[in-house]
């Protein structure tokens, strides 16, 4: 027996058909509503009697239980109930060639990194692949495109909550189902997966998924620093990780990015940007910076968006490809992690 509905190929639905004793046409049946995030209950087509045998199989479901809207720009943040009541986040930013959700992996994070609301309370657990999925199905109802042919969600980014390459399999089975054409038919050029640096993963990622591209969560130029702020740093070090991502760019020929949050006084000096310029040299890649979104709970603040932008200049001039990124949902708690702290701690506050 299948673990849930939502992450079903063709072949598992044909497989549950015949064990269900069900007729094989009704394999493509279910997966279209699959394919939609609809559950058992409300599949219009399907006999009551099979609806009933499905329902008593897991989904993997990701319900909305709240919608933020931007006041300052179309940003849209999401939290998500999974269906054992736990609690993570998406966003949707808007941009001109089309929508791009942001979803999580896990529940928290174990990751540690210092500056990151997702880790403050350590890692609950993995999401199976028919949540991530149904993340993206979720926002899609909630939000139709209007044309049958065309979705909602045309980009994603694994930049939520958790870390994708610490729940390894069950990413690549979501990158195999949101790419599949029997899925959700999502080009893996329009998704990107990011990573602190597991560095053994970065080299097996290019053979078991859709060549993604590949983010790398950077924020410093030099092991010492990066130790200061990220715990990977102590398994990993740059030497080992910086050959991981040009072995990555090399295989699939797709230009890595390298994500650079600026913090005041850590790692935004022109010495830094210096240093960054020289650890990167050679490499098909692309620096995004970002101020640092302070959290509340850290003692570290963002720099100004002008010294990000000389910070992006100089490494411009030193010969990098380097941009900052647009800040989008600022007003609406759009770092990671951010909103389902406050969710759990308004929680707790009502239960005082
Ligand atoms: N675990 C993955 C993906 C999750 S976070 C990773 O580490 O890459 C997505 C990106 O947001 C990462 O680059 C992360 O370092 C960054 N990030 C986390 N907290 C942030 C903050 N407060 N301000 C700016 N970027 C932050």
Known sequence: MIDELASMDHNDALALMEELNEKTFRAKQVLEWINKGVRPDAMANIPKTLREKLEAIPFGGAEIIDVRKSQRD????????????????????????????????????????????????????????????????????????????????????????????????NTIRFLKRATAADGLGISPRNISLSTCGLVPRIYTLPDDAPHVTLCISLHAPNDELRRKTMPIANSYSLSELIPAAKFYSDK??????????????????????????????????????????????????????????????????????????????????GACGQLRNKHIDSQKEGEE
Do not use: W
């Open 74 to 169: 179309d940003t849209m943040k999401f939290l998500y109930k999974l269906d054992d009541e736990n609690i993570v986040e998406g966003v949707l930013m808007r941009y001109s060639y089309g929508n791009t959700l942001c979803i999580s992996c896990q529940v928290g994070c174990r990751m540690g990194c210092r500056f990151c609301a997702s880790t403050l309370n350590g890692k609950v657990r993995d999401l199976t692949p028919g949540e991530m999925l149904s993340e993206v199905t979720a926002v899609e109802r909630l939000i139709p495109s209007g044309d049958d042919k065309k979705r909602t969600v045309t980009n994603i980014v694994m930049m939520g909550c958790g870390e994708p390459l610490d729940n390894y399999d």
């Open 252 to 333: 699939t020929g797709r230009r890595v990015i390298f994500e650079y949050a600026l913090i005041e006084g850590v790692n935004s000096s022109d010495a830094d940007a210096r240093e960054l310029s020289r650890l990167l040299k050679g490499i098909n890649c692309h620096v995004n910076l970002i101020p640092l979104n302070s959290v509340k709970e850290r003692s570290l603040n963002g720099v100004t968006r002008k010294r990000a932008q000389d910070f992006a200049l100089l490494l411009q001039k030193l010969g990098l490809s380097a941009t900052v990124r647009r800040e989008l949902g600022t007003d609406i708690d």
